[in-house]
């Protein structure tokens, strides 16, 4: 009855896709959700990720839904014998919505003041049996091909990184800070609810070189996803904000697709040859849940 309620809520029996996209690859469908019965199977994934293997929640079965879900497009993956959906993705596009979920996290003002279609990624959860390299992938060319059609020139979203650490929160802000992560024209700032308490503190005490077990936390808290983005040349938006709600942190991620490396984008594009100056999206990496939350860029 509550999941019943919560679907009428946020209208997602009245769900239409704003993009179609839909091709094959081996045993999966690469597509966007089309109709409220695919879209409610990626919100049962969601739950099942999110709520069950993240924060332990005993209730089997149920939907992570939010009043995001009817304004966004959804790509997911299905398994062709199952016809079940193995993996989703959350796309805003800023041609059919000004209102997005890290705006909640962060002051997104500079973000949407960049000329052009921005594009907000968030949501991302692959079935425990399917994470492998090839979804992952899927999921990539997917991407491309909604930028494509969307002519989408900046992505971003939040990366989240599971630590409720101040300590821990400073030494990643710091390592970003060291490599120049931070653009004074892109930075945005979380909101005072996001805030994490006595951050500015251990900031201000970390800021110098690391050492070289800093440097190691910072590699061993990193997650797989975080480093793709990351690789492929993202800038960050400044300081984490603070999720108590599942107590991790997230970095605000921000990659134009300028920047994106040319090679792998062309790979994950699955041959749509969009009219790139330069670089392009991240490759494949290790997909492991504990690294997300139902925020995840």
Not at 45 to 68: A, C, N, S
Not at 235 to 259: S, W
């Amino acid at each position: 009855m509550f999941d019943f309620y919560q679907i009428r809520k946020n209208r997602v029996h009245r769900f239409r896709p704003k993009i179609t996209i839909e091709s094959e690859k081996g045993p999966f469908v690469l597509k966007t959700v089309t109709d409220p019965e695919e879209l409610i199977q990626a919100l049962r994934l969601r739950y099942q990720v999110f709520h069950i293997e993240m924060i332990g929640k005993t209730k089997p079965r149920g939907i992570d839904v939010d009043e995001y879900d009817f304004i966004c497009d959804h790509l997911i993956i299905k398994d062709k014998k199952t016809n079940q959906v193995v993996g989703t993705y959350r796309l805003n596009c800023s041609d059919f919505s000004q209102s997005f979920y890290s705006a909640n996290e962060f002051d997104l003002r500079r973000i949407l003041d960049v000329p052009g279609t921005k594009l907000e990624l968030g949501r991302a959860c692959i079935h425990k049996d399917y994470r492998k390299g090839i979804v992952i992938s899927l999921l990539w060319r997917g991407i491309a091909e909604y930028m494509n059609k969307t002519n989408s020139t900046l992505l971003f979203g939040c990366a989240s990184i599971k630590t409720h650490s101040p300590r821990q929160a400073a030494l990643l802000y710091q390592h970003f800070a060291l490599e120049q992560r931070y653009k004074d024209e892109l930075l945005c700032p979380p909101t005072v609810k996001f805030t994490m308490p006595a951050l500015d503190v251990w900031i201000q005490s970390m800021n110098r070189a690391l050492s070289a077990e800093e440097q190691t936390e910072v590699q061993d808290l990193v997650p797989p996803l975080c480093r793709a983005y990351l690789k492929a040349g993202a800038a960050l938006g400044g300081e984490p904000a603070y999720d108590a709600d599942f107590r991790c942190i997230d970095f605000l991620t921000i990659l134009h697709r300028d920047h994106l490396n040319k090679a792998l984008w062309k790979k994950y594009s699955n041959d749509s040859k969009p009219n790139l100056t330069s670089e392009s999206a991240p490759g494949t990496s290790n997909w492991e849940s504990s690294n997300f939350h139902p925020s995840s860029f």
